[in-house]
């Protein structure tokens, strides 16, 4: 994938591993500013609960975007692919 990004952009590879590796630390530096997840038990069960009276999943303890979309399985010989 870095070639083919380095090569659209008239790159070498190196620097293209260079900027992810800057991009993902700088994101990675802001991640406790938007992204917390529980980190004892009891906190665990008290919002995979919430999780759970709001949407009906169980065993959830986080969410991307605030968002949560449930998927119905299409069932049959593909239904563990498509999951």
């Known amino acids: 994938m870095q070639l083919v990004i380095a090569d659209l952009f008239e790159?070498?590879?190196p620097t293209?591993?260079?900027?992810?590796?800057?991009v993902s630390e700088a994101i990675a530096s802001i991640?406790?500013?938007y992204i917390?997840?529980?980190v004892n038990k009891e906190e665990c069960k008290e919002v995979s609960r919430k999780f759970f009276n709001i949407a009906g999943f169980p065993s959830v303890i986080g969410a991307l975007d605030c968002t949560i979309v449930r998927i119905a399985s299409p069932g049959g010989k593909d239904?563990?692919?498509f999951r």
């Open 11 to 13: 790159v070498s590879q």
């Open 79 to 81: 239904a563990e692919r």
């Open 31 to 33: 991640l406790p500013d």
């Open 16 to 22: 293209v591993c260079r900027v992810v590796h800057r």
């Open 36 to 38: 917390y997840l529980p």
